[in-house]
């Protein structure tokens, strides 16, 4: 399992597009991915799960991810959110 610390960056913040962006891209990978944000743990490939966290940006998460692509599928989540 591998997990790092991510602080949103996204363009468009406020629209629902890059939630559904995150969930296809979380949806390449074999591995579990969960976003945490405070108390709530959702996994990335379900898009109700993503939209009740109401990413924004400065927002600091924790991106988790269990499986045999797990490296991958964390650099990949990373990259899309920072890519302000």
Avoid: W
């Amino acid at each position: 399992m591998k997990k790092c610390e991510v602080v949103v960056n996204v363009k468009d913040d406020k629209d629902a597009r890059p939630i559904a962006f995150l969930v296809q891209t979380a949806s390449q990978f074999d591995s579990k991915i969960y976003i945490e944000c405070g108390e709530k743990h959702v996994n990335a490939k379900s898009i109700m799960g993503m939209m009740t966290l109401s990413l924004t940006n400065g927002m600091s998460i924790a991106v988790t991810a269990d499986g045999q692509d797990e490296e991958e599928a964390i650099d990949k989540i990373k990259e899309f959110l920072t890519e302000g």
